[in-house]
C-alpha cells in the first residue's frame, strides 16, 4: 500500500493532484475535502473550485463518507434540536437583560428578575475573574465551565489571605500513615506563603519528606530540627528559606531524628523542649519579622516526637484519608490529644480536619466524609483533597504541587483549603472532638 492509497482510504485528498505545494497556501478545495469527512458544512456554497463540484472523485468519495447531509454531524443536530425543545418548555433561561441592573430569567415567578440568582458565562469570568458572585451558566459548554473555575481560582491566587492577629502554630497529625499529613503541610504552607503570609515548616519526621518536597538538603551533615532537640540549638541557626518563596522557610529533618526519641528518654523536660526551642525563636524576631503560621509535620507515630508537636503547637489539623482504616486510629489520636490538654497543654485543640485522597467517583469516599463530617460538623473543611497524580510527581522535582501545576486540581484544591482555614476563626468546636473520642473508641 502506498501514501496515496492510505490517505484516499481516509477520504482524504491526493497528496499528488489535490494537496497544495509546500510553503503555498492552501486552496479552497483542499479545506472542503480535509473536512468534509468530519461533517463540517461548506462555508461557501459559490465556489467555483473543482473540488467542490460532483466532478472532483475525490470530493465524491468524500461526500459519500460524510453521508448525504452536508450540514453538522448527526450528534450536533440532535444536540440542536434537544436544546430547541428545551427552551419551548417553560424551563429558565437566560434574557437580553431589560434594565442595566440584573438580567432576567424567564419562568421566574410573576415573570420578574431575581437578583438572588446571578448566571456567570466564561465571558464574564473572563472578563472580570474576581467579580464571581453567582452561578455558571448552563449554556456554556462543560469544558468552558471548567475553564472558567480554574480562572476562578488562579485569579485568587493574587489576591492576599487574611493574616491571623498572632502566629498560629499548627501540628499536622495523624499516626496513620500514608494519609496526606506531608503532601499537606508543604502544600497548605507553600499557598499562604503564595498569598502574602510569612510561614515556618517545621520536619518532624524523621523520614524527612518535608524537607524533600521543599527541595532542601537534609544529609546527615546538615543543621537540622535534631540538633534543636538534642543540643538545644536555636532555630534560628537551622532554618532555611525555601526557593521560589519570598516568605517561606523550613526547619529541616535528618535521619539522626530516628534515634532522637531514644535520647529524648533521658532528658528534662523530654516532652516540652521544641515548645521552648519555638517560643524563644518566636520571641527573638523582630517587627515584620514574625510569622503568620508554624506548620509542624508529625511523623506516623505517637511516640515523643508527635508528643512535643503537640505540646508546641495551639492548634491540630488531621488529614484523613477517605478510606476506612483512617478512621479506625483515629480515636487514639484524639485520647492522645485529651492527654495532652490534660497534662501538657491546655490550649490545644482541634481546629481543622482535611478529608484527603477523595475519589468521587467511589462510594466509599463519599461514606467516609459523611462519616467524618457527622462526628466532627464545622471542623471538618468544605474543601476536599482529590486524589491527584500531579500531587504525587510533585515531590520528584523537589517541588510542591503549588509550584510544578498551579492549574491542576490538587494545587486549586489545596489553595481553597488554605484559603479557608485562614478565613476561619480560630476557635475550634472542643466539645466535638470530647464526644467524637467517647463514641469511636
Same mark, same amino acid.
Given at each position: 500500500?502506498?501514501?496515496?492509497?492510505?490517505?484516499? #482510504?481516509?477520504?482524504?485528498?491526493?497528496?499528488?493532484?489535490? &494537496?497544495?505545494?509546500?510553503?503555498?497556501?492552501?486552496?479552497?478545495?483542499? *479545506?472542503?475535502?480535509?473536512?468534509?469527512?468530519?461533517?463540517?458544512?461548506?462555508?461557501?456554497?459559490?465556489?467555483?473550485?473543482?473540488?467542490?463540484?460532483?466532478?472532483?472523485?475525490?470530493?465524491?468519495?468524500?461526500?459519500?463518507?460524510?453521508?448525504?447531509?452536508?450540514?453538522?454531524?448527526?450528534?450536533?443536530?440532535?444536540?440542536? !434540536? =434537544?436544546?430547541? !425543545?428545551?427552551?419551548?418548555?417553560?424551563?429558565?433561561?437566560?434574557?437580553?437583560?431589560?434594565?442595566?441592573?440584573?438580567?432576567?430569567?424567564?419562568?421566574?415567578?410573576?415573570?420578574?428578575? +431575581?437578583?438572588?440568582?446571578?448566571?456567570?458565562?466564561?465571558?464574564?469570568?473572563?472578563?472580570?475573574?474576581?467579580?464571581?458572585?453567582?452561578?455558571?451558566?448552563?449554556? =456554556?459548554?462543560?469544558?468552558?465551565?471548567?475553564?472558567?473555575?480554574?480562572?476562578?481560582?488562579?485569579?485568587?491566587? &493574587?489576591?492576599?489571605?487574611?493574616?491571623?492577629?498572632?502566629?498560629?502554630?499548627?501540628?499536622?497529625?495523624?499516626?496513620?500513615? #500514608?494519609?496526606?499529613?506531608?503532601?499537606?503541610?508543604?502544600?497548605?504552607?507553600?499557598?499562604?506563603?503564595?498569598?502574602? /503570609?510569612?510561614?515556618?515548616?517545621?520536619?518532624?519526621?524523621?523520614?524527612?519528606?518535608?524537607?524533600?518536597?521543599?527541595?532542601?538538603?537534609?544529609?546527615?551533615?546538615?543543621?537540622?530540627?535534631?540538633?534543636? @532537640?538534642?543540643? *538545644?540549638?536555636?532555630? #534560628?541557626?537551622?532554618?532555611?528559606?525555601?526557593?521560589?518563596?519570598?516568605?517561606?522557610?523550613?526547619?529541616? !529533618?535528618?535521619?539522626?531524628?530516628?534515634? !532522637?526519641?531514644?535520647?529524648?528518654?533521658?532528658?528534662?523536660?523530654?516532652?516540652?523542649?521544641?515548645?521552648?526551642?519555638?517560643?524563644?525563636? @518566636?520571641?527573638?524576631?523582630?517587627?515584620?519579622?514574625?510569622?503568620?503560621?508554624?506548620?509542624?509535620?508529625?511523623?506516623?507515630?505517637?511516640?515523643?516526637?508527635?508528643?512535643?508537636? @503537640?505540646?508546641?503547637?495551639?492548634?491540630? @489539623?488531621?488529614?484523613?484519608?477517605?478510606?476506612?482504616?483512617?478512621?479506625?486510629? /483515629?480515636?487514639?489520636?484524639?485520647?492522645?490529644?485529651?492527654?495532652?490538654?490534660?497534662?501538657?497543654?491546655?490550649? /490545644?485543640?482541634?481546629?481543622?480536619?482535611?478529608?484527603?485522597?477523595?475519589?468521587?467517583?467511589?462510594?466509599?469516599?463519599?461514606?467516609?466524609?459523611?462519616?467524618?463530617?457527622?462526628?466532627?460538623?464545622?471542623?471538618?473543611?468544605?474543601?476536599?483533597?482529590? +486524589?491527584?497524580?500531579?500531587?504525587?510527581?510533585?515531590?520528584?522535582?523537589?517541588?510542591?504541587?503549588?509550584?510544578? =501545576?498551579?492549574?491542576?486540581?490538587?494545587?486549586?484544591?489545596?489553595?481553597?483549603?488554605?484559603?479557608?482555614?485562614?478565613?476561619?476563626?480560630?476557635?475550634?468546636?472542643?466539645?466535638?472532638?470530647?464526644?467524637?473520642?467517647? *463514641?469511636?473508641?
Amino acid at each position: 500500500m502506498t501514501v496515496s492509497d492510505a490517505v484516499s #482510504g481516509l477520504g482524504w485528498p491526493d497528496a499528488d493532484t489535490d &494537496r497544495p505545494a509546500s510553503g503555498a497556501h492552501p486552496s479552497s478545495g483542499y *479545506e472542503v475535502a480535509a473536512g468534509a469527512h468530519l461533517g463540517w458544512p461548506d462555508e461557501d456554497a459559490g465556489r467555483s473550485d473543482p473540488a467542490d463540484t460532483g466532478d472532483n472523485p475525490r470530493s465524491q468519495e468524500v461526500e459519500n463518507m460524510a453521508g448525504s447531509d452536508t450540514g453538522p454531524d448527526p450528534h450536533v443536530r440532535r444536540a440542536a !434540536a =434537544d436544546e430547541t !425543545a428545551s427552551r419551548d418548555d417553560g424551563s429558565p433561561t437566560l434574557t437580553a437583560p431589560e434594565s442595566d441592573d440584573e438580567p432576567v430569567v424567564e419562568g421566574a415567578p410573576d415573570g420578574r428578575p +431575581r437578583p438572588s440568582e446571578r448566571f456567570l458565562t466564561a465571558a464574564d469570568i473572563a472578563t472580570d475573574p474576581v467579580d464571581t458572585t453567582g452561578a455558571l451558566a448552563d449554556l =456554556d459548554p462543560p469544558i468552558a465551565q471548567q475553564a472558567a473555575v480554574a480562572l476562578i481560582a488562579v485569579s485568587r491566587r &493574587r489576591q492576599p489571605l487574611p493574616a491571623p492577629a498572632s502566629t498560629r502554630v499548627m501540628v499536622v497529625a495523624n499516626q496513620k500513615g #500514608g494519609v496526606g499529613k506531608t503532601t499537606t503541610t508543604v502544600n497548605i504552607a507553600a499557598a499562604l506563603a503564595g498569598s502574602g /503570609l510569612r510561614v515556618l515548616v517545621i520536619d518532624l519526621d524523621p523520614q524527612g519528606n518535608a524537607s524533600t518536597a521543599l527541595g532542601i538538603d537534609h544529609h546527615a551533615e546538615i543543621p537540622s530540627v535534631y540538633d534543636v @532537640l538534642i543540643e *538545644e540549638v536555636p532555630i #534560628g541557626d537551622v532554618v532555611v528559606k525555601v526557593d521560589g518563596f519570598d516568605l517561606l522557610t523550613c526547619v529541616p !529533618a535528618t535521619i539522626d531524628l530516628a534515634g !532522637a526519641e531514644i535520647e529524648l528518654v533521658s532528658l528534662v523536660a523530654r516532652e516540652s523542649r521544641l515548645r521552648r526551642a519555638l517560643t524563644a525563636h @518566636l520571641s527573638a524576631l523582630g517587627n515584620g519579622e514574625g510569622y503568620d503560621y508554624v506548620l509542624i509535620d508529625c511523623p506516623p507515630s505517637l511516640g515523643l516526637l508527635t508528643v512535643n508537636a @503537640l505540646v508546641g503547637g495551639d492548634e491540630v @489539623l488531621i488529614p484523613i484519608q477517605c478510606e476506612y482504616y483512617a478512621l479506625e486510629g /483515629l480515636s487514639q489520636l484524639l485520647k492522645n490529644i485529651d492527654l495532652v490538654r490534660a497534662h501538657l497543654n491546655p490550649s /490545644l485543640a482541634v481546629s481543622t480536619i482535611l478529608l484527603t485522597m477523595f475519589d468521587a467517583r467511589t462510594r466509599l469516599s463519599a461514606q467516609v466524609a459523611e462519616e467524618v463530617r457527622r462526628h466532627f460538623g464545622e471542623t471538618v473543611l468544605s474543601t476536599t483533597i482529590p +486524589r491527584s497524580v500531579r500531587i504525587s510527581e510533585a515531590p520528584s522535582y523537589g517541588q510542591t504541587v503549588m509550584t510544578y =501545576d498551579p492549574g491542576s486540581s490538587g494545587a486549586l484544591s489545596y489553595l481553597e483549603a488554605a484559603r479557608e482555614m485562614a478565613q476561619r476563626s480560630m476557635a475550634p468546636t472542643g466539645n466535638a472532638e470530647h464526644s467524637t473520642s467517647e *463514641e469511636m473508641r
